[in-house]
């Protein structure tokens, strides 16, 4: 059985979904891409939208989520902070 | 009791790989302090101090070198500048060989898994009584460390096993290489060998900024 994700690492998945979509992702394709629930998108979501991490868009008058320069920033840095944690395995 | 170990061409170049050494293991202290800022796991801490602890001995190492060789090489030795010189790298020597125990400790409890103070200050009290031990006898200071850094090597090996990717390579990589420097150095007597731990040593470390400029490089 899995391990529960961290809160870190549920928002690095969502950031990373909404990367590797380019054009955005609908709330129900994020929540099947990254493997949560409603609620938990829903929690998160408004906390990345504050942060300024994602914003809000649209796509065929459908609502969409999109990943900001500064939420690259923090993705790329997580994934090198992950990488060296990594290397240690500590 | 033999003092300085370096042959003379050899002095100023050691002290060099000291400086290099010490800066390359604060920068990786930094990341991990900058990890452990973000995450809050302790064990990032931990790995910042041993680190932290690593840069303040080569940096004590390389000062106590400096000065002793400049005291030897600058004048005629005289039995006063003989008795200083003794002074300045006994003292410099024990707070080296104290801090690098000390380091070399926090990172085998940092692999072994080992946790709470009362063990920690059981291990900083070995690392003085050895550090003292090592002033006798500067082999005893490298066994014990090789000793420690050998459960090291292994966690690191089982890290690589697991992963398999090059930077757990580096790492593993890096500290073979320090720990064999240590292994090299039980037998400081011989210059050659002083010599040739000392490239060692030092490759191990530029390869821990091979690794950080890996992980940078993301």
Known sequence: MNKRREKKEVVYDMLEALWASKSGLKPTHLIYKSNISHVRLKKHIDELLEKGLVKEGSSDGKPVYLITEKGVGFLKEYERMRKFVDSFGI | ?218
């Open chain 2, 1 to 218: 009791m033999h003092l300085i170990f370096s042959p003379i061409w050899f002095m100023g170049i050691d002290s060099t790989f000291e400086i290099l050494s010490a800066i390359i293991s604060i920068l990786v202290g930094a990341y991990s302090y900058k990890i452990y800022r973000s995450t809050g796991k302790r064990q990032y801490l931990y790995l910042f101090t041993a680190f932290a602890l690593i840069f303040l001995s080569f940096l004590t190492r390389a000062v106590t070198d400096i000065m002793a060789y400049n005291l030897l090489l600058e004048q005629m030795p005289t039995i006063n500048t003989i008795v200083n010189v003794q002074y300045v790298y006994l003292a410099g020597i024990y707070f080296y060989q104290f801090l690098m125990l000390s380091s070399c400790m926090t990172l085998a409890a940092l692999a072994l898994k080992i946790k709470g103070r009362k063990i920690m200050s059981l291990l900083t009290f070995f690392s003085l009584m050895f550090a003292i031990a090592g002033l006798y006898n500067y082999s005893i200071f490298h066994i014990v460390t090789s000793a420690l850094l050998f459960y090291v090597v292994l966690h690191f090996y089982g890290n690589y096993s697991e992963k398999k990717t090059c930077n757990a390579l580096m790492v593993l990589g890096a500290f073979v290489t320090i720990f064999a420097s240590h292994v090299i150095f039980i037998f400081i007597d011989n210059p050659m060998l002083y010599v040739f731990g000392h490239f060692l040593q030092f490759a191990g470390y530029l390869m821990l900024l091979v690794n950080l400029l890996l992980v940078r490089r993301t």
